[in-house]
């Protein structure tokens, strides 16, 4: 069998070690190489022919098929190529990678190692003529011995890299594929008497306040650390002192030194001990909430190539969204990330590469987590996890990989792991009974299975008995995701529920001219579409509303109101609010006219207190008082008055307005209804112009551009195939009557879809008052109507011209019946092109909420002014829903010349469908007698509100 579809983990690689960087001298050999890629090895010439002068260059890192050679492929579950393992196309791509080298004047002759630290999907090595090996396992690292085989100058390096070896069946992940040496290449030599490899072990006692430290190492190492006056201690005795424990929230290193007379490695170290008690996954003795996220590793331009300050970008996100962990879904990143993690402060699950999810629409029959040919393979690569990041504080758990279904190879690697490092506990999902885990972890578990859960009502005792965690929830496909405010309730309610990690942190969409692509785009003749596209950041790192919910519900300052005030509950694992200052301002209808600090006494973790309402002055409209909770000083991730909590309080209401006296009549022009300020269609009743401005609409309107979760179906049928089944996307409007008699003009209608005997009727009742008008709907459902409705408003298109919105009511940003903790209390302004969120795949969005009043006004300042009884929500965009439902790419969508406005007194929730649970309960829009009413008011220019 021929090395590519040998199942094995691949030969001629030194022992897997740390990963650590020291003064020993190194030579980076990323940069341009030389690259020529073949359609099958049959058809790849010798790959050290003595002339590559005709090869194409190639940056190192990359990967080739963003490079022009190829076209990238997605698939989720499916392997793109037959399942015959270990066997893969014959037509396989080979790229042959050549880089020639000069050694700098000062090496060092002696030993040396070339270190790749990642090759996808398998790499055969050459140096100076010479085969080193092969190397499988596309994320893990491997390391050559190459010391005899170097020269001072011209050292010849060849890399064959396979798109497919044996090792792509244990290595699909929902994911591109994509193909090349993607992370550093480096040739580091390794003295003699050097330090080969390195273990600290840093446990930190919470009880004593004291930190044990056993570095396991080789003979004749000598430990320094200043800041706690260790010097020339030999590495490997025990030693015991009082520290500072390192956690997510006090991410504490100690830099130190490991050396010998040959070499010097930095070390940073931090202490902390992770354990399972009662039921439950502490460190250093308290419980943890993982407030996660999944993360691939994405640039929409390189790939699974991921820069240092893409790394660093990802990090300081995290934090500042207030996210505490992260779940290296589905293999380890590159090690920078880790580091970042140590330094910055981030709990991490460390994955193992491996997935085999495409036997499981097989029947997972042959799939090598059970086959004996594959056990090598499977420890290969946990041991390479394992050893290349055990020095990592950060990382507190292990996985065996993702969707691999069950079997021996599992098991075995985690007996592995325990055995190895015992200071951490594993993690696999797939290990249902819980027979070879250290935790019980579920992916997408509705909140009411993850109740029972929490109140250990399992019949499997084993697994009733272990701490539990959602490894992957919330799937943040498109518009999304919905019912976060419920997972967080039952990780708070019960101390075994200990949070989850949202699937997934970015889009993994690539950057093409105009728009992000997904699978398909590239001709792929099997693909999983937009499913890859399932982000909280938007490709470019751009947070989307999904992150900002997720902040809010997450936040770690949780400011509400309590019986006699303002009450403030500390949500950090360990720390107290002494690094927060408190501030408050009060709005006047969303105007600041009182501002202030706010004395709160230091809260401890888990504590709240409640403090009196400052002063405040009489405010004329509805007023609200927002309490922010910000860092008092800079950290490494945040500047000063980054805000980590806020809440806001209702003062006042809205003053009661007695309802305008009504202006009427309706007087009757040649086929028109004028009424006040508005001109109607005498035949259908329908409002052509307010104030002079044309107008199309309102009408009654029930459909939204459907949305991933709207056509998600892992619960059950999607919804969005019922609402398109019963037709509520071509709804059709049939007039019944128009009275206007005396001072109102009731139209009388009944919406409802062609072929369908359900509708909906719908009386409009207008009448005039000084300056505008008012608006009263009745909706009433006639026959067998759907289950539910996308949205329950008026559509309305007004002159493009009416670009700029501004708006009392919830903001700044969209917000969702089941989406909406971010959304406070204010006053904003955006233009009608900002107000839209550019889903890569385009769907509804946008929606603001609990508006009180809205103005879309031109540059004159002219408009229209909608007021809510007492609330609506809006939407405004340049095109029509139908054109958003169409739509494929944000590029598709094309301005027209008139903004069309959603003015809605429901929307159905998000829920998360696209993977996991629908929408629940309370969020759903169950269509009913419902009566709503607004008032239209034309603007004048340079005139406020
Ligand atoms: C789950 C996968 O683990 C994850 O990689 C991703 O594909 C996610 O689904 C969907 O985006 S597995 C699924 C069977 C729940």
């Known amino acids: 069998m021929s090395y590519v579809e040998d199942p094995g983990p691949g030969h001629g690689s030194v022992p897997p070690r740390a990963s650590f960087t020291s003064d020993a001298p190194s030579l980076s050999l990323n940069g341009t190489w030389r690259f020529r890629l073949s359609p099958s090895i049959a058809a790849a010439p010798d790959p050290l022919e003595a002339d ?37 196309p014959s037509d396989n791509p080979t790229g042959d990678h050549r880089r020639h080298f000069d050694l700098p004047d000062d090496w060092p002759s002696g030993p040396a190692v070339l270190r790749f630290d990642g090759i996808d999907s398998c790499g055969r090595i050459w140096l100076n003529g010479t085969e080193l090996g092969v190397t499988k396992g596309s994320r893990l690292p491997s390391e050559f011995e190459v010391g005899p085989l170097l020269r001072p100058r011209d050292n010849v390096l060849v890399v064959r890299v396979h798109q497919w070896s044996a090792g792509s069946y244990l290595e699909d992940q929902d994911m591109w594929w994509l193909s090349g040496i993607f992370r550093s290449v480096t040739l580091l030599s390794r003295p003699a008497g050097g330090i080969g490899d390195y273990w600290v072990r840093a446990d930190y006692d919470h009880v004593s306040g004291l930190g044990t430290l056993r570095v396991e190492t080789g003979p004749d190492v000598v430990l320094d650390i200043p800041s706690l006056g260790i010097a020339g201690h030999p590495a490997g005795d025990p030693l015991e002192l009082p520290v500072e424990p390192w956690t997510a929230e006090t991410p504490r290193l100690y830099e130190g030194t490991l050396s010998t007379a040959a070499e010097r490695v930095p070390v940073r170290i931090g202490f902390r001990t992770v354990s399972i008690e009662d039921g439950q996954l502490k460190v250093n003795g308290q419980r943890l909430l993982l407030r996660g996220v999944n993360r691939h590793e994405h640039d929409p331009r390189t790939g699974r190539v991921v820069s240092p300050e893409t790394a660093l970008a990802d990090v300081l996100l995290m934090k ?44 997972w029959e042959r799939n090598p987590s059970g086959e004996p040919m594959w056990t090598d393979a499977y420890l ?48 696999y999902e797939g290990d249902h009974d819980c027979s070879y885990v250290d935790v019980h972890s579920r992916m997408y578990a509705t909140p009411d299975e993850v109740d029972r859960i929490g109140r250990r009502e399992d019949d499997n005792e084993r697994r009733r008995d272990l701490p539990f965690l959602l490894c992957e929830y919330a799937h943040a496909m498109g518009n999304g995701p919905g019912g976060l405010l419920e997972y967080r309730e039952l990780f708070e309610r019960y101390p075994n529920c200990q949070g989850g990690f949202v699937w997934e942190w970015i889009d993994h969409g690539l950057a093409v001219p105009g728009h992000f692509a997904y699978g398909g785009d590239f001709g792929e003749p099997l693909h999983d579409g937009n499913f890859v596209i399932d982000g909280l950041l938007f490709p470019d790192r751009t947070p989307s509303p999904g992150l900002t919910e997720f902040a809010k519900i997450i936040e770690p300052v949780r400011i509400d109101a309590g019986p006699a005030g303002i009450r403030v509950s500390n949500h950090y694992d ?60 800079a950290t490494a991730w945040a500047p000063a008055g980054h805000v980590v909590g806020w809440g806001q309080l209702p003062v006042s209401p809205a003053p009661a307005r007695p309802a305008p006296p009504v202006r009427g009549p309706v007087f009757r022009t040649a086929g028109q209804l004028v009424l006040g300020t508005g001109e109607f269609d005498a035949a259908t009743g329908a409002l052509t112009a307010l104030g002079g401005h044309p107008v199309d609409g309102p009408r009654l309107d029930v459909w939204r551009a459907t949305t991933d979760n709207d056509r998600g179906s892992s619960p059950g049928p999607a919804e969005a195939s019922r609402w398109f089944e019963a037709g ?117 969005n946008g929606n603001r909420t609990a508006v009180r009043w809205a103005r879309f006004t031109g540059p004159d300042g002219t408009g229209l002014r909608v007021d809510g009884d007492p609330t609506f929500d809006f939407t405004a965009r340049r095109w029509t829903s139908a054109a958003l439902e169409a739509a494929r790419h944000t590029d598709e969508l094309e301005s027209g010349s008139l903004v069309h406005l959603t003015l809605d007194v429901a929307q159905h929730g998000l829920g998360t469908a696209a993977c996991g649970p629908g929408v629940l309960a309370p969020y759903r829009l169950v269509p009913g007698k419902t009566s709503f009413a607004l008032t239209l008011r034309p603007v004048a220019g340079g005139v406020a509100n």
Request: with cysteine; proline share 10%; aromatic share 10%.
């Open 728 to 844: 509520l996307h071509r709804m059709q409007h049939r007039v019944i009557a128009v009275d206007a008699d005396g001072d109102e003009l009731v139209v009388r209608t009944r919406v409802a879809p062609p072929a369908r005997a359900f509708g909906l009727f719908a009386d409009y009742t207008w009448t005039a008052f000084d300056g505008g008008l008012r608006l009263r709907v009745d909706v009433t459902p006639d026959g067998p109507v759907p289950d539910t409705l996308p949205r329950l408003g008026l559509a309305m298109a007004v002159p493009g011209t009416f670009g700029s919105a501004e708006w009392f009511g919830g903001g700044p940003g969209e917000a969702y019946p089941d989406s909406r903790q971010a959304a406070r209390i204010g006053r904003f302004s955006s233009s009608v092109d900002g107000l839209q969120t550019p889903y890569v795949f385009p769907q509804e």
């Open 380 to 427: 290969d690569r946990m041991r390479r996890t394992v050893e290349r990041d055990k020095n990592r504080p950060s990382v507190i758990l292990w996985s065996l990989g993702n969707e691999s279904h069950t079997g021996d190879n599992l098991a075995r690697m985690a007996d592995w792991v325990r055995h190895r490092d015992p200071t951490r506990p594993v993690h």
């Open 52 to 88: 590559d002068s005709g090869w194409d260059e190639l940056p190192v890192p990359s990967l080739w098929q963003l490079h022009g050679h190829g076209a990238p492929a997605y698939t989720n579950v499916h392997y793109p190529f037959p399942v015959d393992p270990p066997h893969v």
């Open 320 to 363: 500042r969204h207030h996210v505490n962990a992260v779940r290296t879904s589905h293999y380890p990143p590159d090690p920078a990330f880790l580091e970042l993690c140590d330094e910055y402060g981030l709990w991490v699950i460390d994955e193992c590469d491996l997935e085999t999810h495409g036997f499981g629409p097989l029947g």
């Open 574 to 633: 360990f720390v107290s609010t002494e690094h927060v200052t408190f501030s408050w301002v009060l709005e006047d209808e969303g105007i600041a006219v009182a501002q202030g600090v706010l004395d709160v006494p230091v809260v401890h973790s888990g504590q709240s207190v409640t403090v009196p309402l400052p002063p405040l002055p009489p405010c004329a409209g509805e007023s609200w008082l927002t309490v922010s909770a910000s860092l008092a000083s």
